[in-house]
Structures are given as C-alpha cells and as structure tokens.
C-alpha cells in the first residue's frame, strides 16, 4: 500500500511538472498564433488594394480605348478617304504638254527615230507606242564556246560598253569590248528630199580584234535584225546573197512613213544569210535565234541561219559573217516612191560619203561638249 502510494505522489508531482511545461508550451505558441492573424490581416489588406488597383487599370484601358477609337474615326479615316479622294474632278482647261506648238512641226519629226531602246546593247526605234524596231546581235566567243550577245546583263562580262557620244537627235557613236573582240557601232540621221516622215538613218559596224589567240574566232557573226511591233509583213529582198548586184535586204510599208527599204553597203567579203519569223512578241528573239543556229549545226555542221521566210513574216533576221577587221554599213530609208531619189540617199549614207558625215557630227560634238564643260581648263 506504502509503495504504492510513493509511486501514486511521485506520479502526481511528475504530471504536475508536465502540466507547467504544456503551460509554457502555450504561452510560447499563443504569439505565433497572434503572428499569423496579423499577417493573414496584412495580406487581406493587400488582396484589397490590388483589387481596387485592377479596377482603376480597367478603367484606364476602357478610356484609352475610347480615345484610340475617337482618333481613328474622326481624324485618321477622313484624312485617308481625302488622300484617295480625286484632286481634279475635271480635266485641267490646257493643253496636253505634248501638244503644244513647240513640241509639234520639224522638232517633233526630227526625233522620230533614235536609238531609245533599252535593255539592249544597240537598238533604234521611232517615238510611237508600236513601231518599226531594229537592233544588233552578234556571237561573242568564252572558252572556246559561242555566246549571244543581245540584251545587256553581267554575264557576258563585257569589258566595256556605252556611248560615248550622242546629241540625242541625229548622231551617236558607241564602242564595245567583248574579250578581244572590240564592236564600235555609229548611228546617223538624215533628212532628204523625198524622205519620208522622220527621215532616214544609217548604220555603220566596226568590227576589230585585239589579238586572237583561236582560228575559230577569225570569224565574226553579226545578226541585224527588223521587227514590225504592229505584225505588219516584211518582204524579202530580191537577192541578198549577191550584195555587190543587188544591196536590198528588205522593204515594207507603214502608215507613217510610207514605204522603206533596208539595204547593205559593204566593201568586205560577206556571207549573208536571214530567217523570218511571224510572231506577236519579240522579248524571246535571241531564243528564236540561237535555237535555229543550234538545228543547223547539229543538221549540217555549219552556224549559219536557215534562209527559210516564214508566211508573212514580221521579223526578218539577217546573219553577216566575215572576216575580222570587217566593217559594213546598213541604210534605212522611207518614203520610197518613184520620185524620192533613193538611190542617191543610199549612196549618200554610205561608204566616203557617211565616213565624212560622222566624222563632222564628232567634230561638232566634241566642240559643243567644250564649250559646254570647259574641261581642257580643268584638272581631272
């Protein structure tokens, strides 16, 4: 019973002490208790400053809106329906500027014709939307392979090309290096009695060599070349492999300047050959060209053009090979009636008579050229 009772106090004080120490326990956990309802407290405060926070950014958006939306509808779309709106809802009460008087009569027809061509190393053209075209081609020699030369770009590697004079009416001289090859073409006007309208106009090509280093290239072949852009037939010449009888290539006829006659001048051994074409578009002629050379040379072994005419071609080709140095000239004159003397306007665009005509429109050239720059005063 007395054990008993020891073990029943001992039992007692212990639960005694334990009761203090879960006091203490309390005590130290109340201010964590309190800590967590102050920061439970700071966070609802937080949640409710954002939310007001949030609702006064939507309501700043709202607004912006509404004013991005007021400056569209009111300032932005009106200025762009007056930008497409018609300035002139009439016609200005005045005569088109190429209509007026001084741009009428002997200036307009002395610049009919000219070399406005573009995109191609030689090409003349008249000043009306569809014209009589004619232009230069010729076979530029790399590595021991052909290559035509028509319209301009990098991969033919040419040297050089461009005019170096033109007084953009009535004379222009140009040269062109192509390997060793060096083409110097000349282009002149002439206004004759019994011209037609816009006059008549010759071409000379020179053709030189800067050493060969090949037999295969002692040959050059030149492809001059008439296009009618309207369809309208060209007729062959009668005989064009006899040049020293019979110098006509090809005649035809426009509304403009009545009838015209092609013909070649030359004092070189040449071999000429053509092929004619009848088709509405002339942007793939060197296509044209190259695929017969290729047929003939893969038929007969010779790069030669067929001399076959299509029915009422409207693109005659006419190929001239020679012998370098080589140099012919190529006369184009209109207005071919019984009475307009084209036999002495042939002779007078060609041969001594067009070395001596150049040469004054280079003299004349090259003094306006001066007195214009000044430049044998300058230091360059």
Request: charged residues 25%.
């Amino acid at each position: 019973m007395t054990g008993g009772g020891r073990r029943s106090a001992r039992s007692r004080v212990k639960s005694s002490t334990d009761v203090n120490e879960d006091d203490d326990a309390l005590r130290r956990t109340k201010p964590n208790s309190k800590h967590r309802r102050d920061k439970s407290k700071d966070h609802g405060n937080a949640l409710r400053i954002l939310g007001a926070n949030f609702k006064i950014m939507i309501f700043f958006t709202i607004v912006a809106g509404l004013i991005i939306f007021f400056l569209v509808s009111h300032l932005i779309t009106p200025a762009a329906e007056e930008a497409q709106r018609p300035r002139v809802v009439t016609p200005f009460p005045a005569p088109k500027i190429m209509d007026l008087p001084q741009f009428q009569g002997e200036h307009k027809e002395s610049l009919y014709w000219g070399t406005y061509r573009p995109h191609v190393y030689f090409g003349i053209r008249a000043r009306t939307p569809r014209s009589l075209i004619a232009g230069l081609m010729w076979l530029g020699v790399k590595d021991g392979r052909y290559f035509m030369r028509h319209v301009c770009q990098d991969s033919d590697e040419l040297s050089t090309y461009g005019w170096t004079s033109h007084d953009g009416r009535d004379f222009g001289h140009q040269r062109l290096v192509d390997q060793d090859m060096t083409l110097a073409t000349s282009f002149l006007k002439s206004k004759e009695d019994g011209s037609g309208y816009g006059g008549d106009w010759a071409v000379r090509i020179n053709v030189q060599n800067q050493g060969w280093n090949d037999d295969m290239q002692r040959n050059v072949h030149l492809f001059f070349y008439l296009a009618d852009e309207d369809g309208n037939a060209l007729s062959l010449g009668r005989d064009i492999f006899d040049l020293r009888e019979n110098s006509l290539l090809a005649s035809g006829l426009r509304t403009k300047i009545g009838g015209w006659q092609l013909h070649l001048k030359s004092k070189a051994d040449l071999e000429v050959h053509y092929s004619g074409f009848r088709t509405p578009h002339i942007h793939n002629l060197s296509d044209l060209v190259q695929q017969n050379l290729a047929s003939q040379f893969m038929r007969f072994n010779r790069l030669q053009l067929p001399d076959i005419y299509e029915s009422s071609s409207n693109i005659l080709v006419f190929q001239i090979s020679g012998r370098i140095p080589l140099e012919t000239d190529i006369v184009f004159v209109s207005g071919t009636g019984i009475t307009s003397r084209v036999e002495e306007r042939i002779s007078s665009l060609a041969g001594i008579s067009l070395t001596n005509k150049l040469e004054e429109k280079q003299r004349e050239f090259d003094s306006k050229f001066e007195n214009c720059f000044q430049l044998a005063d300058k230091v360059l």
